[in-house]
C-alpha cells in the first residue's frame, strides 16, 4: 500500500504510516543479531540458555544437512515440535536452505499429521524423541512423500545436572523402538559443518512457512506465507509499538534491542501468532525467548508458567484471551511476581474489557488487543500500546503499510460508510501467496479494489467516527434472531462481567418461533455456584430480549483449541448432534 495516514487524530505520536525496510529474508534476523550481539541469550529453556552464536551455528550445521539430503530450493520440511529451543533452529535451518517450513501442530494425530504432510509434498518431518510424538510420525508418514524422520531430545539442551538426573530418573521424555534409519537431532548437528548452502532467496515471492488453517469448513487449507510476509509483519508491529522503557520518553520509544528484552513463549510456535509476535521477534531484537512446551503445565494448571515469568522475567507475553482468563482466575496469582511484564499482546479471539480489566489489576502490564488471521502472518491491527491511546474493546489502528475496509455482505465491492458493519477486507505485505493447490478457495478468498487486492477474512466488524476498527464476529457464527443479528462475542463480553463467569461461549440453535436463539455455555470459577435462573435474570438486566441466551449450560470445560480459542463450532456440532436424537 502507498503511505496514506489512517484517518483518525488518535494515531500514535511518532509512529509512521508505511513501513519499507522489509524486503529480506527471514533468516537475516538471526543473522543480524548474531552479528551485532553473538553472547547474548537467545533461548531459555528449563534454566538452561544459548546464545545467538550457538543458535547461529546450529543452524548454519542443519541448513549444511539438508542441502546434503537433497533437500532444494522449494521443497517441503515438517516441523512437529512443541516450543522447545530446537525449534528456532529448525525453522531458520530450512529457510536458509531455500526450502519450506511446514509448521504441524504436536497435538495432532497420525491421521490428522498423515493429511498435512501428503497435503504440503513434505520430504522431511522433524519430530520430539517421546514415547507418543514419535509414533504418531511414524504413523503419519505412511504413504507421505516422507524420506527422513529426525528426532529430537531435550537432554542436551537441558543444564547438565538436570540432564543426568533426568536420564538417572527415567523423567527425560524418550520414544520405544526407534527404527535405527530414523536420525537423532543431536548427531546430525554434530556430523555437519557450520556451513550453509548458497540459496537464492527471492523474499516477496518465495513461500517460507506453510501454516495450515482451522478447518472450520472442512479440511485445513495450507496458507503459503513469504519470508516478506514475516519479515514486514515484524517490522511494522516495531514501528508501531511504542513503550516506555523507564525514561518516562513521552509517547514511548521503539522496543530496545541487544538482550534488553524476554518474550515468554506461551503460544505455540507452529501458530503464526507465536512464530511472529515471539519467535521472529526475539530473533530481530536480540531479546531471549523462554520456551514453554506446555502453559498448562502444573497443579493447578498454569502453575509453572506462573513460576516461569518470576524466574526468567519476560517483559512481553503474546497470548490468547484463555490464557489471560487462567492468569487471573489462578488460585495463587497473588504468590508470585509478574511485575516484569510491560506489555501483553492479545490476539487469536476478542479478549472480554473485563478480563482486560482484571489483568492488568493484577500484573500492571498493559493488554494491547489486536487482530489477524493465519492468512496474514498474522498481525493486520493493533491498539494503541498505551492506555491513553487504546479503546478497550477494538483492535485500535491498522499497523502501518496495511489498509483494510469494510465490505458489503452481498456485495464484496462496495464499500461501507464508517459505523456500518459488513465483512472486513485486509490489503498488506503480510497477506499469504494464497491457499497451496487451492484454486478456487483463492478465486473466493480475494477481491480487487482499486488497483489493491483485498483478502476477505470471513469476520465482521465495522470502523467507528474515532477511526477505531472493531470485530463484531465471524460470518459464521452470527446468530439471526427473529430477523435481528446477535454476535456471540457481544453476549460473551457481557458474562464475562458476572463475578462468577470464567469462560463463556455463545451459539445459536435452532427455535420455531424466532428460527434461531442463543444457548449459552459457561464453566463457573473455581468455588463458584449460580443457577440458570441467576444467570437469565442477569442477562435480563444487561442486554435486549433477542440478545439474551434461551439457554444456559454450565460446563466444567469449555472446548479450546491447542491456541486457546474458544471453539464455538465444537459447542455447535454438538448441539447439532443433540437435537437430531
Not at 306 to 322: C, E
Amino acid at each position: 500500500m502507498a503511505d496514506v495516514q489512517w484517518n483518525t487524530p488518535f494515531w500514535p505520536e511518532g509512529v509512521g504510516t508505511d513501513c519499507n525496510d522489509y524486503k529480506f529474508p527471514v533468516f537475516k534476523f538471526l543473522d543480524d543479531s548474531t552479528e551485532r550481539h553473538p553472547d547474548k541469550i537467545f533461548t531459555v529453556f528449563n534454566g538452561a540458555t544459548r546464545t545467538f552464536a550457538q543458535v547461529s551455528d546450529t543452524v548454519n550445521r542443519i541448513a549444511a544437512f539438508l542441502a546434503g539430503k537433497g533437500i532444494s530450493k522449494g521443497d517441503k520440511v515438517a516441523i512437529f515440535l512443541p516450543n522447545l529451543p530446537q525449534f528456532p533452529e529448525i525453522l531458520f535451518g530450512i529457510l536458509k536452505a531455500g526450502a519450506v517450513a511446514v509448521n504441524c501442530n504436536p497435538v495432532y494425530t497420525a491421521p490428522e499429521l498423515n493429511h498435512q504432510l501428503k497435503d504440503s509434498q513434505a520430504k522431511m518431518v522433524f519430530c520430539m524423541d517421546h514415547p507418543t510424538f514419535y509414533p504418531n510420525t511414524v504413523k503419519a508418514v505412511e504413504g507421505t512423500g516422507v524420506e527422513t524422520i529426525i528426532l529430537c531430545n531435550i537432554k542436551s539442551y537441558l543444564p547438565k545436572l538436570k540432564a543426568v538426573l533426568g536420564s538417572l530418573l527415567g523423567k527425560i521424555p524418550k520414544a520405544d523402538n526407534v527404527d535405527p534409519s530414523h536420525l537423532m537431532f543431536d548427531d546430525i548437528v554434530a556430523a555437519s559443518r557450520p556451513e550453509p548452502p548458497a540459496v537464492e532467496i527471492d523474499p516477496e515471492n518465495d513461500t517460507a512457512v506453510m501454516l495450515y488453517t482451522g478447518g472450520t469448513t472442512g479440511l485445513p487449507k495450507g496458507a503459503e506465507l513469504t519470508h516478506t510476509n514475516f519479515t514486514y509483519d515484524v517490522m511494522a508491529i516495531i514501528e508501531y509499538a511504542r513503550f516506555d522503557h523507564g525514561n518516562g520518553t513521552k509517547g514511548g520509544e521503539t522496543m530496545y534491542e541487544g538482550g534488553f528484552h524476554s518474550f515468554l513463549g506461551v503460544l505455540p510456535w507452529y501458530h503464526s501468532f507465536g512464530i511472529t509476535v515471539a519467535l521472529l521477534m526475539s530473533a530481530k531484537l536480540a531479546a531471549r525467548l523462554i520456551c514453554i512446551p506446555d502453559p498448562r503445565a502444573g497443579n493447578p494448571p498454569f502453575t509453572e508458567v506462573l513460576k516461569a515469568v518470576q524466574k526468567y522475567r519476560p517483559t512481553f507475553m503474546p497470548a490468547v484471551p484463555t490464557i489471560f482468563v487462567a492468569f487471573t482466575n489462578h488460585p495463587k496469582i497473588d504468590d508470585y511476581d509478574l511485575s516484569s511484564l510491560m506489555g501483553c499482546f492479545s490476539g487469536g479471539g476478542p479478549l472480554p474489557p473485563e478480563v482486560c480489566h482484571q489483568f492488568e489489576e493484577k500484573t500492571g502490564a498493559i493488554i494491547f488487543e489486536g487482530y489477524g488471521l493465519t492468512e496474514t502472518a498474522p498481525v493486520v491491527s493493533v491498539n494503541p500500546t498505551n492506555k491513553e491511546g487504546r479503546k478497550i474493546g477494538t483492535i485500535g489502528f491498522p499497523i502501518p503499510g496495511t489498509d483494510i475496509k469494510i465490505l458489503d455482505l452481498e456485495n464484496p465491492l462496495k464499500e461501507l460508510e464508517r459505523g456500518e458493519e459488513g465483512e472486513v477486507a485486509v490489503c498488506g505485505p503480510q497477506v499469504m501467496k494464497g491457499y497451496w493447490m487451492q484454486p478456487e478457495a483463492n478465486q473466493e478468498s480475494f477481491v480487487n479494489i482499486d488497483g489493491n487486492r483485498y483478502f476477505l477474512t470471513g469476520d465482521i466488524g465495522k470502523i467507528d467516527d474515532d477511526g477505531y476498527i472493531s470485530i463484531t464476529d465471524r460470518k459464521k457464527d452470527m446468530i439471526i434472531v427473529g430477523g435481528f443479528n446477535v454476535y456471540p462475542r457481544n453476549v460473551e463480553d457481557i458474562l464475562y462481567t458476572h463475578p462468577k463467569v470464567e469462560l463463556a461461549a455463545v451459539v445459536g440453535v435452532p427455535n420455531e418461533k424466532s428460527g434461531e436463539q442463543a444457548k449459552a455455555f459457561i464453566k463457573l470459577k473455581d468455588g463458584k455456584t449460580a443457577s440458570e435462573e441467576e444467570i437469565k435474570n442477569f442477562c435480563k438486566e444487561n442486554m435486549a430480549g433477542y440478545k439474551r441466551p434461551k439457554e444456559i449450560e454450565f460446563r466444567d470445560e469449555i472446548p479450546v483449541s491447542n491456541v486457546g480459542k474458544v471453539l464455538r463450532r465444537v459447542l455447535r456440532d454438538e448441539e447439532r448432534e443433540a437435537r437430531k436424537e
